[in-house]
């Protein structure tokens, strides 16, 4: 069924005569579209390539006119060109901080002698007020963390690079 209505208006891209109630008329003054392709075309704004200074058009928030140009200049939050990080993790930098603070070579554990893996764990946990500063974490193998967290041994803090094991289960045997 066909639009029998006069056309009162203009499309703004391509000028076709078109009918737009009058309320929308006041509302979008000239800003009034034939089709969503003349609006969409509207809307691209035309912007200057800051690698290439070439003429682009705007389009789904692109910032230069192809990936190569983008590619060459295309930088992270802090500055650095993207892919380049110092720490994989925020676990990486925190072990970093105590390897760089003590120079240790095995588990932070009196008498334990592991060096392939380390997690870094808080003596005062975060729930009790601990932050992860130098004196409350230390690097612990794997099997020392877990045995912690399972309540199977305390760590007791000699100085702010070691630690020593009280065994939980023998003082509760014990008792």
Not at 19 to 43: T, V
Not at 78 to 85: A, E, H, S
Request: with cysteine; net charge positive; glycine share 6%.
């Amino acid at each position: 069924m066909e639009n029998f209505r006069k056309p009162n208006t203009k499309c703004k891209i391509c000028s076709k005569p078109i009918y737009r109630r009058p309320f929308a008329i006041e509302s979008y003054g000239e800003n009034l579209y034939c089709s969503k392709q003349c609006m969409f075309e509207d809307r691209k704004q035309v912007l200057v390539c800051p690698v290439c200074e070439a003429e682009f058009k705007k389009v789904n928030n692109k910032k230069y006119c192809s990936k190569k140009c983008a590619a060459k200049i295309t930088r992270n939050r802090l500055g650095t060109k993207k892919g380049v990080r110092k720490h994989k993790s925020v676990g990486q930098y925190r072990l970093q901080q105590l390897k760089d603070a003590f120079h240790f070579t095995s588990c932070m554990v009196i008498g334990c002698d592991y060096n392939r893996t380390y997690d870094v764990h808080r003596l005062i946990e975060g729930s009790n007020g601990g932050k992860y500063e130098i004196g409350n974490m230390f690097a612990i193998c794997p099997k020392h963390h877990a045995e912690v967290h399972r309540k199977i041994i305390a760590l007791e803090k000699i100085d702010d690079c070691n630690l020593k094991e009280i065994d939980l289960i023998e003082k509760r045997d014990g008792s």
